[in-house]
């Protein structure tokens, strides 16, 4: 399958970064690659897992790892808006992009628990020539018939709280923001509530 990028899981909060302890059994990196895979059927451009794997550390605990196909030359969209001179051309039509993306990622009902620039990854460009982007990182995320309004709004709100209290997210201006929203929701009326919705979850 060539190249893999292969992600070891971590503890969050005050347990980060203590691999040591390891997890109670396989469960989480084969739920993320069960997600990814039925995602990929559903049309969803996410990352494409191609192995787990589960180690055990002592008698019952489990350090885990998951690999996905390897982008050549692929920037997530953190590293992109990090550059000292950024595309402003390019950061719109990554912007549409990503608006495009996340839009069909909730059509699908997709709860993306830490939606923010790391996990879009920009690879290549499409058939049309606009940018591919990958959605990546589906731990702890799960699908939904329907996708609750609260939970969209959540996923938008963190994302846009991402930008407003990062140094890479300056880059990011009204008209790329404008772009995101254009094509998240087409409808005039629906984005201008969405808009104000969002922004008010974020403060």
């Keep these: 399958r060539g ?6 899981y971590q ?3 005050l347990l980060r970064g203590l691999r040591s302890r390891g997890f109670a059994g396989p469960e989480r990196a084969l739920a993320e690659a069960r997600l990814g895979h039925e995602l990929l059927e559903a049309g969803l451009q996410v990352a494409t897992p191609v192995l787990v794997r589960a180690r055990p550390i002592g008698s019952r605990r489990w350090d885990l790892e998951l690999g996905t196909v390897h982008a050549p030359n692929a920037q997530d969209l953190r590293q ?3 550059e000292p001179a950024p595309d402003r051309l390019l950061l719109r039509a990554l912007a549409r992009a990503a608006g495009e993306l996340v839009r069909e990622a909730h059509a699908l009902g997709l709860d993306h628990v830490d ?3 790391a996990n879009l990854l920009h690879a290549g460009t499409g058939p049309d ?4 982007l990958l959605l990546l990182d589906l731990d702890r995320c799960t699908r939904h018939a329907v996708l609750p309004e609260g939970v969209r709004l959540s996923n938008l709100a963190r994302l846009e709280r991402w930008l407003r209290g990062r140094s890479e997210g300056a880059a990011v ?3 790329e923001r404008a772009a995101f929203l254009l094509a998240y929701e087409p409808d005039r ?3 201008r509530r969405l808009a104000r ?3 008010a979850r974020a403060q």
Aim: charged share 30%; net charge positive; no cysteine.
């Design 3 to 8: 190249e893999v990028v292969v992600r070891s």
């Design 11 to 13: 503890r969050g909060g």
């Design 80 to 82: 992109v808006l990090s």
């Design 115 to 117: 939606l923010q620039p």
């Design 129 to 132: 020539g606009q940018p591919r």
């Design 173 to 175: 201006g009204p008209r």
């Design 189 to 191: 009326k629906r984005r």
């Design 197 to 199: 919705a969002v922004a």
